[in-house]
Nanobody
Framework: RIQLQELGGGSVETGGSLRLSCMVTGITGSYCMAWFRQAPEKQREGVAGIAREGTILYSDSVKGRFTISRDTYKNTLYLEMTNLQPEDTAMYYC??????????????????WGQGTWVNVSS
């Protein structure tokens, strides 16, 4: 059974930085992983994703500010967030699929999700 555990959320001021991590258990090898976020009363949004072969996609709203990476040895996904803005405030989730199309990594079509970690950016 695949399980995900997000860590690293918290509160920062505008312009600050945070790093989220997502520890993956129950699966090894190559798989698709992504970070999503959901603000109150808004739809879940894909912000960064990595396909199995390594293709990386970012949403326009975070491009240039967020960096996704993964440590295959530690089986952990990261999201480095810089220059955070109040509109980045949301619950952040990581998600995993064994298969995906690279161009669809930011769509919420994942079978396994973490419980989420809250990020609050104050103005």
């Amino acid at each position: 059974r695949i399980q995900l555990q997000e860590l690293g959320g918290g509160s920062v001021e505008t312009g600050g930085s945070l790093r989220l991590s997502c520890m993956v258990t129950g699966i090894t090898g190559s798989y698709c992983m992504a970070w999503f976020r959901q603000a109150p009363e808004k739809q879940r949004e894909g912000v960064a994703g990595i396909a199995r072969e390594g293709t990386i996609l970012y949403s326009d709203s975070v491009k240039g500010r967020f960096t996704i990476s993964r440590d295959t040895y530690k089986n952990t996904l990261y999201l480095e967030m810089t220059n955070l803005q109040p509109e980045d405030t949301a619950m952040y989730y990581c998600a995993v699929n064994t298969l995906c199309l690279a161009q669809r990594v930011l769509l919420p079509e994942y079978r396994t999700w973490g419980q989420g970690t809250w990020v609050n950016v104050s103005s």
